[in-house]
């Protein structure tokens, strides 16, 4: 059995809204791409050494990362090697398995969110303007409130009076209060304050937005190591999530931002933004694999239930959908 229908088995009977999302959601990826990999395929009958070369130019457009293209590449030579495949027929089939693959390698990864019942839970959202940073607080906090969870947002960009004001109309839309003091004051009074309001309130989530300046790295570090460590200070353990939001339209220019996030706090999740507006989703892989930090959540469109956990067999599934359903006919 192909892995095209192992996978198509596997995902069969989960939850077929998210499944559709991600496939919907990387339909510009999946167009550019795999239409393009369907013509070199077409184009190819033997699996030689230009049939790799075209490949690996197709995923460097991709914005897979070229560590993660050498990877991939090498993988699937050792692969048509070790199985003596001679024709391109299926080879779409093993791209997918070994990009699973290489997404699940490396360090054991946790894409669950760190949340538990019976302590208030604190989520750090960090990532600079314009990224969709605010958009995901507030999608979050929709989904926690949808699971019966109380939430409350932390309005920690003191930087910008657009982003705390964006932030309380998120609040008045979904339902829940907003902590924050006027433009300019100290960030890490404001997660002091939220801190106490939260556990006076007996809050299960406090998600806390911060500022995404980079101009001055140092300035940044310094700010994000004083809240990282008032929260810390006031809940031991806290915060039990650093979400990242980066986003994929960027493409290369997100692993910067990445590494520069990474070294200022400890980021212990990624959440990539607008994944479905670009036709560069490979930067999913090419984040796990040279960052070896988990992509916890997706946005695959405007919707409220747009912003997904992160499925690396679903992603794959959405890549790859047509393929997969052209082998069932």
């Known amino acids: 059995m192909s892995f095209f229908k192992k996978l198509k088995e ?32 077409a184009r190819f009958r033997e699996v030689d050494e230009e049939f790799f070369e075209e490949l690996e130019e197709l ?14 590449i090498d993988e699937l030579k050792f692969e048509v090697k070790r199985k003596n495949i001679k024709d391109t027929a299926g080879i779409q089939s093993i791209i997918s398995e070994k ?5 699940n390698a490396g360090e054991e990864q946790i894409n669950e969110l760190n949340i538990q019942d019976g302590r208030l839970n604190v989520i750090l959202m960090v990532g600079v303007n314009g990224v969709g940073k605010t958009t995901t607080i507030g999608k979050l906090a929709a989904r926690f409130k949808a699971e019966g969870k109380s939430v409350m947002l932390a309005a920690g960009d003191t930087f910008r009076a657009g982003a705390i004001d964006q932030l309380v109309v998120w609040g008045e839309r979904v339902g829940v209060e907003v902590i924050r003091q006027s433009e300019g004051s100290d960030p890490a009074a404001v997660m002091y304050d939220a801190i106490r309001a939260a556990k ?7 998600i806390c937005d911060t500022a995404g300046r980079l101009q001055n790295k140092v300035n940044l570090m310094n700010e994000l190591e004083k809240v990282h460590r008032v929260i810390g200070r006031e809940i031991e353990g806290a915060p039990h999530e650093v979400l990242l939001a980066l986003d994929a339209t ?20 990624i959440v990539l933004t607008k994944l479905d507006g670009t036709a560069k989703g ?7 694999n040279k ?4 992509v916890k959540f997706v946005g695959l469109g405007e919707g409220m239930d747009d912003l997904q956990p992160f499925d690396p067999e679903k992603y794959v599934y959405g890549l790859f959908a047509e393929g997969l359903e052209r082998e069932e006919e």
């Open 10 to 41: 596997k995902i069969t009977g989960t939850n077929e809204s998210v499944t559709e999302k991600f496939k919907d959601g990387l339909s510009k990826t999946r167009n550019s791409f795999t239409s393009k990999v369907n013509d070199l395929v």
């Open 59 to 72: 995923l460097l457009q991709a914005d897979v990362g070229v560590e993660t293209v050498m990877e991939l």
């Open 99 to 103: 990009l699973v693959d290489i997404y």
């Open 200 to 206: 006076s309130r007996n809050v299960d989530v406090l």
């Open 250 to 269: 960027t493409g290369q220019n997100a692993l910067v931002q990445a590494q520069t996030f990474k070294e200022a706090t400890d980021v212990t999740g």
């Open 282 to 288: 490979g930067i999913v892989l090419a984040i796990r």
């Open 291 to 294: 960052l070896n930090i988990p």
